[in-house]
């Protein structure tokens, strides 16, 4: 079993910038694939991006490439979601999530094993 924590959502205006961390316990995060979805009310839990385990190769959905990098620290069994230039479209609950198998460069959550609670991001225009 593995729990994952986010943190560092917030408010932010257009232009900002955040970092989402994603905390693990319970089983080593580089043997892990870590990524991170978000989703508004009515909609579809969105990619936004992944990284795989311990070689990091990332992937990422077209809408943030670009402004959005992901990151991993194994030895904190820690991931990372730094967001730059912010638009209100990113606005969302941002879920970090884990997998045991994944298949490269899938945005399926149904890859996806594990999932935080979830964290919101504001952006203010």
């Known amino acids: 079993q593995v729990q994952l924590i986010e943190s560092g959502g917030g408010l932010v205006q257009a232009g900002g910038s955040l970092r989402l961390s994603c905390a693990a316990s319970?089983?080593?995060?580089?043997?892990?694939?870590m990524g991170w979805f978000r989703q508004v009310p009515g909609k579809e839990r969105e990619f936004v991006a992944a990284?795989?385990?311990?070689?990091?190769?990332?992937y990422y959905a077209d809408s943030v490439k670009g402004r959005f990098t992901i990151s991993r620290d194994n030895a904190k069994n820690t991931a990372f979601l730094q967001m730059n230039s912010l638009k209100p479209e990113d606005t969302a609950v941002y879920y970090c999530?884990?997998?045991?198998?994944?298949?490269?460069?899938?945005?399926?959550?149904?890859?996806?094993?594990?999932w935080g609670q979830g964290t919101q991001v504001t952006v203010s225009s």
């Open positions: 319970g089983r080593t995060s580089s043997s892990l694939a």
């Open positions: 990284i795989r385990r311990s070689i990091g190769i990332t």
């Open positions: 999530a884990a997998a045991v198998s994944y298949l490269s460069g899938s945005a399926s959550a149904r890859q996806f094993d594990y």
